[in-house]
């Protein structure tokens, strides 16, 4: 369930899963004390699953 939700968000910003990792894994190493990428790929995708709900629902 989760990698199939990372490749339909790969998907939807027409990129290829390894280079939404790639990005979400730039924006982990920024952070002061950065979390292991799992856990960034994980908080991610539960941010941006409910940024799309949010829209959702606000139209």
Do not use: G, K, Y
Request: glycine content about 0%; hydrophobic content about 50%.
């Amino acid at each position: 369930m989760f990698w199939t939700a990372l490749e339909a968000a790969a998907a939807a910003r027409a990129l290829p899963l390894s280079a939404l990792v790639a990005q979400i894994d730039a924006l982990r190493i920024r952070e002061d004390d950065p979390p292991n990428l799992a856990s960034a790929l994980r908080t991610w995708l539960f941010l941006d699953t409910n940024c799309d709900i949010d829209e959702s629902h606000s139209q």
